[in-house]
């Protein structure tokens, strides 16, 4: 079964800094998704960004960005000129390509992050 | 648009109690999911549908039930409530066409906060 660990429970950022969440994850597959979500106050879970392994462009969405090392089983999320509406719990996903029997997102625990003004 | 609609927002309950969370959304998507998410922790998939008239199971289905008879909704039923049952509970929409790959995005509601007492 796969795992995915997010060893930083809470990080802390000054505005329009640059702050790193670590994600790793654990697989025998050779090819599957990974994704971050945000989780505001507001509860709902929002896509921030996501990869597909085959791929060994990091993938890219405006301030976020990803440095996935497959070997490492590594997937960290980079938050350029952070902002206050940053301010989350973050949560790493891992999905099987498996299209039917196994359609669960397998999340770590979340990092909580604070951005100071 | 709505998107993903859930209600209630919040619901206390008594242990032995039922109750019936209820989901709808508004982008015609063929899949729909509930996960449950425990404090400080990840989300947890409880049941999926692939399409009207289908469901299946997922990590967690002991004590829920579901049923998907139209597209747009997709109700969680709880049977006799216990406090193990006390979590926040999402409900997911995705569009994933017949073979395509499972990095779909999802979209979810804004929970549901349920406490058994």
């Known amino acids: 079964a796969q795992t995915v660990t997010q060893s930083q429970p809470e990080m802390s950022v000054q505005e329009a800094e640059t702050v790193t969440l670590s994600c790793t994850y654990d697989t025998s597959e050779s090819d599957y998704y990974l994704f971050w979500y945000k989780q505001p106050p507001s509860r709902q879970m929002i896509l921030v960004i996501r990869q597909e392994a085959y791929k060994q462009q990091n993938a890219t969405e405006n301030r976020f960005s990803v440095n996935f090392q497959k070997a490492a089983k590594s997937f960290s999320l980079k938050i350029s000129d952070s902002q206050l509406g940053d301010a989350a719990m973050y949560f790493c996903a891992y999905r099987s390509p498996i299209l039917f029997g196994n359609e669960k997102l397998t999340f770590g625990t979340g990092t909580r992050l604070t951005i100071i003004p | 648009n709505a998107g993903v609609t859930q209600t209630p927002k919040f619901r206390i309950l008594k242990i032995g109690q039922s109750m019936t969370l209820q989901c709808t959304q508004d982008m015609n998507h063929n899949y729909m999911y509930w996960y449950r998410q425990d404090p400080g922790m990840g989300l947890k998939l409880i049941y999926y549908s692939v399409g009207a008239g289908i469901t299946d199971k997922g990590e967690v289905p002991n004590g829920y039930n579901v049923s998907r008879s139209t597209t747009e909704d997709f109700p969680l039923r709880l049977e006799l409530a216990a406090p193990s049952q006390t979590s926040v509970y999402f409900c997911?929409?995705?569009?994933?066409?017949?073979?395509?790959?499972?990095?779909?995005?999802?979209?979810f509601g804004s929970g549901t906060q349920l406490s058994v007492l």
């Open positions: 997911a929409s995705s569009y994933r066409p017949g073979q395509g790959p499972t990095n779909e995005k999802l979209f």
